[in-house]
C-alpha cells in the first residue's frame, strides 16, 4: 500500500469491550492518511502471538496480506490480574465477519458453559470437562506460582474452535476491564437504553466497593458484600465509565441471570460504537487522541501477520447499524437438583454450521429467534 497516498480510511479500530470490552473495527467518516493511522498506533498496540504458532512474528517484518473472505475473530475480557493470579475469561465474544465485509455478527459463549476443554502440553493439562471460563487459567500456568493470560488464551481459543467448529480464527484480543473503563471515559461516556432495573451486587451509588462481610474473607459467600447499592433503572442514560463497566458486568438478581447480562453487553457494543462516531468524538482530535491511547494500553492483539491499521482498513464499511447481536438458546444444566452450570441447546449446533459455512443471513432469515431484538 502507498503510504504517501491519501484514502477514505476509519479514524480509529474500535476497540470496546462486553462485560469488560471487545474489539470492534469500524470505518470512519474523514479522509486521513495510513502514514497518520500507523503514527497514532504505532507502538500503542500491545500486538502478541495469542494462538500458539508465530503468525504474529511472521507478519512483523514483511507487507501485511490482503484481509479477505469471511473471518471470526474471538475477544475475551478479562479482570486486571497479577501474573501469579490464575485469569479467567469472563467475557467471551465471538465476532463473525462475512465475506462480503459490510456487517458483522455477534454471539456470546455463556463464562458457565459446562464443555469439553482440550489438554494442553504447555501446562501439563490432560484435559476435561469444566466451564468455559476456566480454559484460560488451565493453559496460563508458567510455572514458579506465574501465569501468563497470553498463553493461557490459546487453550481458550482451542476450546471455542472444538465448541464452534471453526476451524481457525483470523485474529484475537484480550482486553482489561480497567481498559475498558478508560475507553468510555475517554470518550466522554456513553449513552444507552436500560432495559430494566439493575442493582449493583459490587458497587455503591458513588462507585466506591460495598463493604465485604467479615465472614467472608475466605471467598465462600456467593454475596460477600452488603450495604447501599449502585442502581440502573430502566431508560436512557448517559452512563460514566465506571457505571457502564459495573452495569454490564451485573448478573445476579435479573430474571434470566447470564442471558440478561450478555443482552446487556451486546447492547452496550452497538451504543460505544455510535457514541465513537458521533461528531463529538471524531471531530475533537483531543477526545479522539485520547480515545485512542487508552484503548492501545488497554488491548493485547492478535491479527495474524496484521496490525490494527490493516484490520480497520479491511473492515472500513461495517458501521453500528451493520451490527447483529446473537443470543443462543439454552440453560442451566443441573445434576441431581445442582446446579453445574450452563449448557446450550442442541439447535445451536446448526448455527455453528451456519457460521462455518459463512450463511449466516440465511440462517437468521429461517430462524430468527436467534436475533436480539433487544439490542
Known sequence: MAKSSVRRAPLWA??????????????????VTTQVLEARYAGAVDQKDLFGGNAAAA???????????AQNIL????????DEQTPLSDSIIVAHIPAEMDQAYLFSIPR????????????GFRGGRA???????????????KHDVVQGFDLLARTVQNLTGIKEFDAGAIINFNGFKAIVDA??????????NVKSEHLQPNGKPRPRLSRCA?????????????????????????????????????????????????QFIKAMAKQALSKDVITSPGKLDKVLRAAGKAL?????????????????NIRADNLTSIKLPGGGLFENGKYQGEQLDPSAEKFFRAVKADELPEFLLNNSEYINDNV
Open 59 to 69: 507478519g512483523a517484518d514483511q507487507e501485511a496480506p490482503d484481509i479477505k473472505g
Open 131 to 145: 466451564k468455559i471460563n476456566a480454559a484460560m487459567g488451565f493453559g496460563s500456568s508458567i510455572g514458579n506460582g
Open 187 to 196: 470518550m466522554g461516556g456513553v449513552t444507552m437504553k436500560i432495559d430494566q
Open 75 to 82: 475477544l475475551v475480557g478479562i479482570d486486571p490480574r497479577t
Open 112 to 123: 458457565d458453559l459446562v464443555v469439553d476443554i482440550p489438554a494442553f502440553e504447555k501446562t
Open 300 to 316: 493485547i492483539f492478535d491479527g495474524k501477520g496484521n496490525g490494527v491499521v490493516e484490520w480497520a482498513l479491511a473492515l472500513k
Open 218 to 266: 475466605d471467598n465462600t459467600c456467593e454475596h460477600p458484600y452488603y450495604g447501599p447499592q449502585a442502581t440502573y433503572k430502566k431508560g436512557t442514560f448517559h452512563l460514566q465509565g465506571w457505571q457502564a463497566l459495573d452495569y454490564v458486568r451485573q448478573r445476579y438478581g435479573l430474571p434470566n441471570s447470564d442471558y440478561d447480562r450478555q443482552r446487556h453487553q451486546q
Open 14 to 31: 474500535r476497540l470496546c469491550a462486553i462485560f469488560g470490552c471487545v474489539l470492534m473495527v469500524l470505518g470512519g467518516g474523514a479522509l
